[in-house]
């Protein structure tokens, strides 16, 4: 069955669009539910496909899950298994969030070695050379990355480049180690912190968090924690953009920390979007008739989100000039440029750089969605565009956004579902 979404441009959206937990801080969190068995509940995550798919794996490892009201409930009580069914892991790339998880809690495990990704190459060798680091002994058997340990030991870890995962994997192993581990070069994302602070509210004895340095001391048991998810601050990027998209929208973004966007939103103001403060957690979007062209680099936080860099050239196609994106995270995230074209955007991509020209008008197309960020900016150039827009492949957004189509309905926007047989 392929999903599309059809789109009717050029209608101004108005209204509240709320912003819901953080997909990226709910994956981690439901691998750390299995560094002590027991009962867990997670308030405000998401129901997109990933984390559908990260449950899935968890009940084949043994643990059982129920959504209730407004949280999901864990119990790895039982869980016995280490194994990562391939069928399920080869669907997303979160899924190498298992090893840390699995060798900390386990001491050993078997994950398979993530595949090809659409916006680059993503190896996973910082993940596989900080658990060696601990004492884990990895092997590749099959495409399973097979990890076993007698026991942890705290040991210093530099990591080449401050990734995400690997800081949080490295976190996760190193709660349950002997001793002392120093992850160096660490990643500073929300979510990153947020796991810390969710391990640290299990027992575990963690400081540097959001610093360049996080010093973790083992513990021997960790225990159950009940918890609620941060807001999703990329889902919150793309809502700011969208509220950017036209002179007439009268979009107001809620539930969003301000203080988790701030680059974004500087970059925002620079472009001439102007979001006023209304009550908590919320901001108003405001626009004049003319935008600024920009430059943006991609960097880790705090610097400018990759994540968002999609959105903001989109926005940068009605900026009266030249604007310049640097992509320095992932070397092949302009896939979506080639589609956009296709909608009248003039756009050269040269080496890691988009440069847009702007304004321009954009026409309604049929375009393919390449990956999750690239499909939801390709639905939002579609609301700006002319005429219709078709966007296939729309599973790669339901991956990551929440109620994404009913949100934009709530909106005023003209856009529905299809289901084509095939
Ligand atoms: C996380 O991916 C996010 N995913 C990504 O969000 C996000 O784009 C990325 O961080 C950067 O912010 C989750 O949190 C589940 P990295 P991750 O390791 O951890 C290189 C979305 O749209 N690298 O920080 O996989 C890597 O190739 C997704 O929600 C190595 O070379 O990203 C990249 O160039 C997309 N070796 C850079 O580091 C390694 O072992 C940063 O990647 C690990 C990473």
Redesign the pocket.
Known sequence: MERKYIIKGRKPLKGEIEVSGA??AS?PAICATLLAPGLYKLKNVPKVRDVFNMLKIMESLGATYEFKKDYVEINTEKVESVFIPYELASQM??SILFLGALVGGFKSAIVPMPGGCA?????????IKGISQLGGNIQLEKGNLVVSAKKLKGTQIVLD??????TENLMMAACLAEGETIIKNS?K?P?VIFLGEMLKKMGAEIKGLGEDTIYIKGKKKLKPVNIEIIPDR?EAGTYLVLGALMEENEVVVKNIKKEHLKTPILKLEEIGITLEDVGKDALRVKRGRILNPVKIITA?YPGF???LQPFFTILLTQAEGISFITEN??ENRFLYVYELKRMGAEIEVENRTAIIKGPTPLMGSPVKATD??AGAALVLAGLMAENTTTVYNVEFIER?YENFVEKLLSLGADIKVEEDES
């Not at 480049?161 to 690997?166: D, E, N």
């Open positions: 997909k990226n994956l790339r979160a916006i680059g190459k993503r190896p996973v060798d910082f993940h480049f401050p990734s995400v995962t690997a990643a994302e979510e990329i880790p989100p990759t994540d995270i992932f999750l960020r990551g």
